[in-house]
């Protein structure tokens, strides 16, 4: 099985390029949505948000929902708190992750998008042999990113583009880019062709499978484990 890690700059056109790949019946792990998975109420990292931020008034008001907002606000520009933010999370969207990954392998999935916006940013590039990015002009991307978030001013659109590592870079240590300056028709068929490449054939597939079968079971089981530890801890806690 392939897991293909796809990212982008922001405004590039990832999210379309993840959307075409769905479509395709390819399996998708999400980061975003298991960001959001990992922080419902009760939830370990839930747990470790409200130790170090419930005092700054982080839920949603009548609600035991955090205030996904609100925190992203704080976070912005106060790195010691985005890092803080990142040690709370980020292991336990990794662990979610690997469940998923290792639950499509024993499904018998020749290819998997592990769709991670801030997949260089955060590392994960050094354990993918695989990894897209959804390129485009840096003026287009500009002029994108006004449009889709209603900015007017050209400053406050960079400042949210610089937050993330710049587009070159992340084409530099790519192993496959794809630039999205055109027609999202124009995108699709670049995919089109891109899966065709990269598909593995089924020899291939089965050989791994055999392989890994064994000690990719044996990792499942000591995940669903950790899972069960850290749900007693916590209610051991309460």
């Known amino acids: ?33 298991l960001a959001r ?20 008034h982080i839920l949603e008001l009548n ?42 392998f024993f499904q018998f999935q020749s290819l998997v998008i592990w769709d991670v916006p801030l997949l260089f940013e955060v590392g994960l590039d050094r354990y993918l042999s695989h990894t897209l990015v959804i390129s485009c002009d840096q003026t287009l991307q500009l002029d994108r990113l006004k449009q889709r978030d209603n900015l ?7 400042q949210r583009m610089n937050a993330q590592i710049n587009i070159q870079e992340k084409c530099r240590r790519a192993r496959y880019v794809i630039d999205n300056s055109n027609t999202k028709e124009v995108l699709h068929k670049q995919l089109q062709t891109f899966i065709s490449t990269i598909q593995p054939n089924q020899m291939t597939t089965i050989t791994w499978f055999a392989i890994l079968f064994i000690p990719l079971s044996i990792v499942y089981g000591v995940l669903r484990l950790w899972d069960l530890f850290d749900r007693m801890k916590y209610r051991s806690r309460s």
Do not use: W
Request: charged content about 25%; glycine content about 8%.
């Open 1 to 33: 099985m392939i897991i293909l890690g796809l990212t982008g700059g922001i405004a590039t056109g990832k999210t379309s390029a993840s959307e075409y790949f769905k479509s395709q019946g390819i399996p998708i792990v999400d980061a975003d949505q």
């Open 63 to 104: 609600s035991r929902n955090l205030d996904r907002k609100r925190l992203g606000d704080l976070i912005f520009n106060n790195d010691e708190m985005r890092k803080q933010l990142n040690r709370c999370t980020h292991g336990y969207i990794r662990r979610e992750a690997l469940k998923q990954l290792i639950e499509y």
């Open 152 to 158: 007017h001013d050209d400053q406050q659109a960079l």
């Open 37 to 56: 998975l990992v922080v419902e109420p009760d939830r370990p990292a839930y747990n470790l948000i409200l130790q170090y931020f419930g005092h700054l």
